[in-house]
């Protein structure tokens, strides 16, 4: 422990009687020079230790959590089905046994039957687990405001004007639908090969629309959740509700909705049950309040035609690879903030670009961008481009690692 630094020495004043009055005022202002001195002194000291408090501070800080964390044992997760006048009955997950069990008066106050709740060995409950912090939300993505607008997007104007008409209009406007006295599309089902801004589109009409985005992607539900899809779904649906309005975005669909096969097998078993959740979530949908569902998928020709029929994604809307003038604009949207030297020529890399998609026309402009850089210039010139394009073809023919990173 380091001893606390010793206090300067206090000045003294001592003014002889004899003095002259110039030589006491000499004296007095030889005093205050002291005086201002030692202040100067103590104030170092008081930051010093000022500092080292909040140093402390952390610290002690840092070791209550670790403790914390080495003292709380695991906790079991369960469903508060119903708050009681004697306590909560809670359903534990897994085995389903359900117990009365207590909860201390201010963690009750915040409790509702239906909540995810952490129980400990006796079953007490001591903690409540929203639903973004739920392990089974993880998997799903909430972003209460996107940022992606309608002008990020390069090349769908066509495919931007009818989510317009299905999503965004039954959200801002629903008692045109009511007044004409018909049921707003229900779904929309984006499909088209991967990168050409599927995710986009179902973000920018939440941004616009000011409603919460939810995501989650269909190989989730099957890879990580083995067992736990349908209720997952279920969970997803709640989750929606309760941030309603809100566009449900679900990515992958074919993972959990592919045709029907004859084999037999377990997992087959477990993902038709997730679709048949899916499907009876989809059904009732209408009783849910501002929610609009918004699938995508690389695989339509796999889907389940279960999937396609009216009142579920009554609206397909192909998002296809972008034409030459698409690309251009993609290539704009994308190098918009770049340094970019007189010769690029954008027009020209519209046209060297066919069969690339959104997402290998951003790589390109990140990776022009890159060689710029290791080049030690700051604006990026045709030739980075050229090298770009040449890169990002070698690994759109051997797919790995992601371009910027390859
Ligand atoms: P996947 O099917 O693989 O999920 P996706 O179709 O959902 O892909 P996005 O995630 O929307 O594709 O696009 C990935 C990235 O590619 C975007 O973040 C964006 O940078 C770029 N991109 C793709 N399409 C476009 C587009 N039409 N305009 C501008 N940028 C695009």
Known sequence: M????SLPDRPRLDLDPELTPEERLEALRDHYGDVLQVNAKLQQQLES??????ELEERVDRLERENETLKSASMYVATAEEL??????IKQHGNNQEVLTEVSPSL????????????????????RLDPETDARAQAMEIDESPDVTYEDIGG?????????????????ESGQFEAVGIDPPSGVLLHGPPGTGKTMLAKAVANETDVTFIKMAGSELVHK??????????????????????????????????????????????????????LSEMDGFEDRGDIRLIAATNRFDMLDRALLRPGRFDRLIEVPEPDREGRHRIIEIHTEAMNLADG??????????????????????????????????????????????????DEDEAPGLPVAFA
Not at 2 to 5: I, K, L, V
Not at 49 to 54: D, F, G, S
Not at 156 to 172: A, C, D, G, K
């Open 84 to 89: 009681l006048d004697d306590g909560v009955l």
């Open 225 to 278: 959740f083995i067992g736990e899809g349908a209720r997952l779904v279920r969970d997803l649906f709640e989750l929606a509700a309760e941030h309603e309005p809100a566009i449900l975005f679900i990515d992958e669909i074919d993972a959990i909705a592919a045709k029907r096969t004859d084999s037999k097998t377990s997992g087959d078993a477990e993902v038709q049950r997730t679709m048949m959740q899916l």
């Open 49 to 54: 230790a000022q500092h080292r408090q909040t």
């Open 156 to 172: 769908l104007e066509s495919q931007i004007r009818e989510v317009r008409e299905t999503v965004e209009q039954p959200l801002l």
């Open 2 to 5: 380091s001893r606390s630094p």
């Open 344 to 393: 690029v020529d954008l027009e020209a890399l519209a046209g060297d670009t066919d069969g690339l998609s959104g997402a290998e026309l951003a790589s390109l402009a990140t990776e022009a961008g890159m060689f710029a850089i290791r080049d030690d210039r700051t604006t990026v010139e045709m030739a980075d481009f050229r090298t770009a394009l040449e890169k990002v073809r």
């Open 108 to 127: 009750r106050k915040t409790l509702e039957a239906g909540d995810r709740v952490g129980i400990d060995d006796s079953f007490a409950v001591q903690t």
